[in-house]
């Protein structure tokens, strides 16, 4: 049974790779681009050809990494969550994870679908939902320095922060 | 006041802050 952590903690670190590498690129590369596009008037190659694909990675990439996450965590899912037993480090990036799995879900998502068209909306509800998606994406890029670390604490460097 | 979360610097301040305090907060439960 040793086979399920070990392919869990695999494919929690590929998935993750891919969730917060395409928040990363959204937050330093597509924001600043897309403002620089619209203001040529070439944005529409970024809306629909760009921003569809690498959302529908981003979003299930999300999901895929916070189910290896429980996976890998197995049995000790209610400690980390409790943040007892020894399992408060990881537990607290156990809770960014899924408070950052929310946001994908909730927020960006459903708010980029009337950004991109793929949802109706009137020019108001665009304005509005464009707000939104932004600033929850960039809690997200706040909340992964935090979850990063615990991430990476939690188990092999321990010992060094002492936690 | 204006949102931090609105810079990448501010942005990044901010989830420093947050690992700072919440290091703290970790290492004061107990094991």
Redesign the interface.
């Given at each position: 049974m040793d086979y399920v952590p070990a392919l869990a903690r695999w494919l929690h670190l590929m998935a993750g790779v891919m969730w917060i590498g395409l928040l990363y690129y959204f937050n330093f590369v597509q924001v600043a681009a897309m403002k620089a596009a619209t203001a040529e008037g070439t944005q529409a190659g970024i809306a629909k050809h760009v921003a569809p694909r690498a959302l529908l990675f981003f979003r299930w990439s999300a999901v895929v990494t916070w189910l290896a996450g429980a996976a890998l965590l197995g049995n000790q899912l209610g400690n980390a969550f409790t943040l007892s037993h020894g399992m408060a480090g990881i537990g607290v990036g156990a809770w960014l994870g899924t408070i950052m799995l929310f946001n994908v879900w909730a927020l960006i998502w459903p708010n980029q679908q009337k950004i991109l068209g793929l949802k109706p909306a009137t020019d108001e509800e665009k304005n509005k939902a464009r707000r939104v998606a932004f600033l929850a994406s960039r809690t997200n890029v706040a909340l992964s320095i935090p979850l990063l670390f615990f991430m990476a604490g939690g188990w092999s460097h321990r010992a060094i922060f002492g936690l | 006041m204006k949102?931090p979360?609105?810079s990448?610097w501010g942005?990044?301040i901010?989830?420093?802050i947050?690992?700072a305090i919440?290091?703290y907060?970790?290492?004061s439960?107990p094991?």
């Open positions: - | 949102n979360l609105d990448l942005t990044i901010c989830g420093l947050l690992t919440l290091y907060v970790v290492k439960i094991l």
